[in-house]
């Protein structure tokens, strides 16, 4: 039957648009989602102490401070994504009321915000206390609650804490409840002794010079606002960068926290790819091989492409099972994987298991009865196989309550125990591997160790062995 023109026209269109819908969603799939700039924030704090009026090349400290820092004000402004705040401290009471709670948020974020930053700057005065930890506390109120911004602190100083706080502490305390990244801390007019006190509280520089405080400053505001790259090679044991597909996590030093989780990736040239990464936190690299390869903070130089590398060499463990069907253990045999002298787990496994080891010596542990402990070495970008004997069946065909245990024989006529036996009946299978063992038992209702009945056996692969106790 031949269908109308116009049918075949429509049917034509509606085809076309299922392609082009499918083929929009294997773009959706292939390309991950855009996300939106995160919003950055700055926040000054500023010494307006007493001491902040001591001259300095021949200008009080506060004016050079008070002038360098509108300069960089100025420079921002035009940043897209960028607010930035004031706190001051030390400027509302005479040194001489030692007031310890002077400090006050003078300009509250908002972009493009020089202009109130630099009016504010010219009407406030130095001359009171240095209440840097009570500072710290109250800057927790002045960044918005948003997680997804970037909270940047910047400390510009001349003295440490005069009111018995611990600023190191409070830094610490803010940085794990992810107040702020890990602060910037300037000291001005400083020697390289007074910055010891202060470089517990972030990534401290000393200015001994106004040149240095302008280069400083600079500085600061670059690696905060410029791109970070990183590219992880992970090699063999041979340097070549061959290894990939493994997840690494980028762990905040500070909180203890993951901040990024990434697959790693080799093109087809065989390059890693480049990461985004913040560089104003420090990291731990953990490569989640088996077992994991942890890097104590990893230098990442912000404002760079960085380069990381990493020797992982990896092989395979091929958990091969006995070729019988079905298997007397009702089901896959567990192994437990150690570096050979670690008391930890690296992996708990079934046998069927292809399973990556980093290159190394391991001890396998085979959860069969009895348990059966092999060594064995991985090797670079080779398989290790380890399997266990197809196992034999012990059948206790007496049904008794007693007290009874199974001991594997060794070749120096010692026994090992293995089992105990259920006290409420004797009568068992159970899937063991090949051997000579024992067993030894006394019934519930006997009225001394003397009617301990012993008997050792043989177990054979894919055999019955059956026994009974007291000749039941």
Known sequence: MLLPLRFLAHRSIWLLGCMLFLVSLRGQAQNAPVERPKVTRILFLLDASGSMMAPWEGQPRWEVAKRLLAN??????????????????????????????????????????????????????????????????????????????????????DGVESCNGDPCATSLALQRKRVFLKPFVIGIGAQKEFGKALE?????????????????????????????????????????????????????????????????????????????????????????????????????????????????????????SPNISPNPYGGAVQAVVRAQGSPTTGAALPFGTHQKLLAGNYEVELLTLPRIVQRVSVRQGQTTTVTYAVPGTLNITSDLKGFGSLYRLNDDESQTWIYNLPESSSKVNLAMQPGAYRLVFRTATSNGSKFTDVRNFTIRSAQTTSLSIFGH
């Open 72 to 157: 960089m004000a100025d420079s921002l402004n035009a940043y897209p994504n960028l607010e930035l705040g004031l706190r001051v401290y030390g400027h509302q009471h005479a040194n001489s009321e030692q007031n310890c709670e002077d400090s006050r948020l003078e300009v509250p974020f908002a972009p493009k915000n020089a202009a109130a930053i630099k009016a504010k700057l010219k009407t406030l005065k130095a001359q009171g206390n240095t209440p840097i930890t009570y500072s710290l506390g109250q800057s927790a109120k002045d960044f918005p609650l948003d997680k997804t911004s970037r909270n940047v602190l910047l400390l510009i100083t």
């Open 200 to 320: 517990c509280l972030g990534q401290y520089y000393n200015a001994a010079e106004v040149k240095t405080f302008r280069t400083v400053l600079n500085d600061v505001i670059a690696q905060t606002l410029a791109k970070t790259t990183v590219a992880v090679n992970l090699t063999d044991e041979a340097g070549r960068p061959v290894e990939s597909n493994v997840n690494m996590t980028f762990v905040n030093n500070v909180t203890d926290q993951p901040e990024y989780n990434y697959v790693h990736y080799r093109d087809a040239q065989g390059k890693a790819d480049v990461l985004d990464i913040d560089a104003l936190q420090s990291y731990d690299l953990v490569i989640n091989t088996v077992p994991a390869v942890r890097q104590a903070n990893i230098a990442i130089k912000p404002g760079k492409a960085n380069v990381l590398t990493f020797k992982t060499p990896q092989g395979t463990l091929w958990l091969q």
